[in-house]
């Protein structure tokens, strides 16, 4: 197996890297958009947090937490919260 290191990992590889992913898991294609959906969501929000790029590293307990209040804040639903999360 060929290993690739990267220190920096942009949020648009990570979701392309978890495309990849669910694709190769044979996930169907409804399903598999609507997981890119819910992470377009968080990128969203992480580009309106963060000016410049964000490394995927960076995100931890705090920037979820973040999320999830803002999510609140917005007034969703519980289970719209869980999805996205």
């Not at 044979?26 to 968080?42: A, Q």
């Not at 992480?46 to 803002?70: A, G, P, W």
Request: glycine residues 2%.
């Amino acid at each position: 197996m060929i290993q690739m290191k990267q220190n920096v990992i942009s949020l648009q590889q990570g979701l392309d890297y978890f495309i990849t992913y669910y694709k190769v898991k044979n996930l169907s294609k409804r399903t598999i958009d609507s997981y890119e959906e819910c992470f377009r969501y968080f990128m969203d929000f992480i580009q309106e947090i963060y000016s410049e790029k964000i490394n995927v590293k960076d995100i931890d307990k705090n920037v979820l937490d973040s999320y999830i209040l803002n999510m609140r804040e917005n007034k969703l639903k519980d289970t719209t919260i869980n999805i996205r999360i």
